[in-house]
């Protein structure tokens, strides 16, 4: 079965009435259905940390609505995770493939390893920026098919780059949708996934 992930995006599309809200109505009939996995992960909380209290409380309504999406570890990371929110310890393959995600989606300000704790307007910045490493980390360590997100400005713009280092498949919802019918029909050849 394809397993797919999705980005907070996905969920803000569907819990909102957003542009892709009819594409991930439909990949969450299709899990409904046992065609396709979903999965979420744990970076969804830090994500909603800047949302307004009404909007976090439609996300979370919704996602409680649809007990088919499960929920996958991100990576733990100094001066960004939180105990007990479902970040855990990396390999160091995994460790690899983070920084080289980090490489094509931070600007090089946003890379610096020691960043100063004390310039809170940098690390709330920093913070920002890295919820998509995370996002594409935990991807990444759950071992899934394709990342689900509308992120123009920097996963579905970076995805070719994304693709030919780390091996990540990125998708729009509507370019998810299709490739679930797909393997309603079919299950797609590894390293085939077409967009």
Avoid: C
């Avoid at 995600?101 to 890379?111: A, D, F, G, K, V």
């Amino acid at each position: 079965m394809l397993q797919l992930t999705l980005d907070t995006s996905s969920v803000i599309h569907g819990a909102q009435g957003q542009p892709f809200a009819s594409a991930i109505d439909e990949l969450v009939d299709l899990a409904r259905a046992g065609h396709v996995g979903l999965w979420l992960a744990s970076t969804f909380n830090v994500d909603q940390e800047h949302a307004s209290a009404d909007k976090h409380e439609a996300n979370l309504q919704w996602l409680q609505e649809r007990p088919v999406i499960g929920n996958i570890p991100a990576p733990f990371r100094l001066d960004y995770s939180i105990l007990d929110r479902g970040d855990v310890l990396i390999s160091d393959e995994h460790k690899v493939i983070s920084d080289a995600i980090e490489s094509i989606l931070l600007p090089e300000e946003y890379r610096v390893r020691n960043l100063s704790a004390g310039d809170a307007v940098l690390m709330a910045k920093w913070r920002r920026r890295v919820n998509d490493v995370q996002h594409l980390t935990a991807h990444v360590m759950s071992g899934h098919d394709a990342f689900v997100t509308s992120d123009e400005d920097d996963m579905l713009r970076k995805r070719d780059r994304l693709r030919e280092v780390t091996g990540i498949v990125v998708l729009d919802p509507d370019e998810a949708v299709r490739l679930a019918r797909r393997s309603g029909e079919r299950a797609p050849l590894p390293g085939h996934i077409a967009h």
